[in-house]
């Protein structure tokens, strides 16, 4: 079963995610390289934050990717408008 959202909602998710991705991977990095770390427990911590830094920047990826391919339409008061299509046909 697929989750249908209208496609305002669903633009408004993608360009939310992005920064959120971007804060818990410099979060990850931080305490990677800031971290006091327990002689005993070093090497299993930093091998799980490790493993975190690189599934958030596959899901950052795809987020990419999934802006990517999204169209957008917009027009300015004025008249002007824009397009930006991803979708790459």
């Given at each position: 079963m697929a989750l249908r959202m209208p496609h305002g909602l669903r633009l408004l998710a993608l360009f939310g995610a992005g920064p959120a991705l971007i804060v818990t991977a410099a979060a990850l990095t931080l305490i990677v390289w800031k971290g006091g770390w327990d002689r005993?427990?070093?090497?299993q911590q930093?091998?799980?934050?490790?493993w975190a830094l690189l599934a958030n920047w596959l899901l950052l990826g795809v987020v990419v990717v999934a802006l990517a391919s999204v169209r957008l339409k917009g027009q300015a008061p004025g008249g002007a408008g824009f397009e930006i299509d991803g979708g790459g046909e």
């Open positions: 005993a427990l070093q090497s930093l091998t799980l934050l490790g």
